[in-house]
């Protein structure tokens, strides 16, 4: 009996420590990288945006765990053209979501084209990273009239039969287990396994030194922030099979880029195969990996300003 009062209590111990070390990080975290836009409430909560430039809209919706900060290595450039919006997506970066049930793929794109309506960005080309693409597709589905065209980067774009392994940790299908891990462990499995998670979405390609900061990733080190990616995950996951029976339903333009060597989505089956069932325009880029628009930010502004001058 005593020992297992011992073990029982040590392990007490360690998850307090846990969880003093998350809640810390996050701290560090948000004073790193304060929010720094706009909010604008849609249904299901509040979005946080930034915008630069002038000219013609351009808007950016970023994928899985990200932010909108993983677009900062583009806007320089970008932003000399055209009017660029950066939103995080609903309970994604600093942007808030009221429930899971907001999570979904359409009900992200339904506050997406909501964003758009109410600030008036007349027809702006959508511009979506990884499962901000299916977001983006979502939009050419169901809202083609608030958007002038689809431009899709490495774009999650058909249903995946098994999530990445470097995303699985993430499969957590109870709101207890979420909100648990969340707020006690995810802060020192975070740092234990940042640098391979890193490693792996941009593989082949060198992780970004100053990705931590200046792309954002720190802001996964929110418990909040982590819970929604987790929701995310789950929602897309449960919607994707119905949102590929509608791919004949989108009703504009789309044009995508791929990075041949992607490890994390198949750039012949989200790529490819997308572009030959919906007539999509694709340009693979080879020796490249997912995070094409942190590692290669004029090849994604010029696949950008070239579909704006169609």
């Not at 470097?166 to 499969?171: A, G, K, S, T, W």
């Not at 593989?203 to 929110?222: H, I, S």
């Not at 997308?274 to 340009?283: D, I, N, V, W």
């Not at 930010?297 to 696949?303: A, E, S, V, Y």
Request: net charge negative; hydrophobic share 45%; glycine share 8%.
């Amino acid at each position: 009996m005593k020992i297992v009062l011992i073990t029982l209590l040590l392990i007490l111990v360690l998850l307090i420590v846990c969880f003093v070390v998350t809640q810390l990080l996050a701290l560090l975290a948000r004073n790193k990288l304060p929010p720094h836009g706009k909010f604008t409430s849609v249904k299901g909560g509040q979005i946080h945006w930034t915008e630069s430039g002038e000219g013609d809209t351009v808007l950016l919706i970023h994928g899985l765990g990200g932010n909108l900060h993983n677009f900062n290595y583009m806007l320089p450039e970008l932003s000399k053209n055209y009017r660029v919006v950066c939103i995080d997506r609903l309970g994604s970066g600093w942007s808030t979501r009221e429930s899971i049930y907001y999570a979904g793929i359409d009900a992200q794109a339904a506050a997406i084209a909501e964003f758009i309506e109410k600030e008036e960005l007349d027809r702006p080309l959508v511009v979506g990273h990884s499962l901000g693409g299916t977001f983006a597709i979502s939009l050419g589905i169901n809202f083609p009239d608030r958007i002038k065209s689809l431009a899709l980067i490495c774009p999650a774009s058909m249903a995946v039969d098994q999530i990445p392994e470097v995303f699985r940790d993430l499969e957590l299908s109870t709101v207890v287990g979420r909100k648990f891990v969340a707020n006690v462990l995810s802060g020192p499995f975070g740092l234990i396994k940042q640098q391979k998670l890193l490693t792996e979405i941009f593989k082949p390609e060198p992780v970004l030194a100053d990705f931590d900061t200046k792309g954002g990733a720190v802001l996964g080190r929110l418990p909040r922030h982590f819970q929604t990616t987790c929701e995310d995950l789950i929602s897309a996951k449960s919607a994707q099979e119905e949102l590929m029976t509608r791919l004949g339903d989108i009703k504009t333009d789309m044009y995508v880029i791929f990075a041949e060597d992607d490890t994390i989505l198949d750039a012949q089956h989200h790529g490819k195969t997308f572009c030959e069932k919906t007539g999509a325009k694709l340009t693979l880029i080879p020796n490249t990996g997912h995070m094409l628009p942190a590692t290669n930010p004029q090849l994604c502004n010029k696949f950008i300003q070239d579909i704006m001058s169609l």
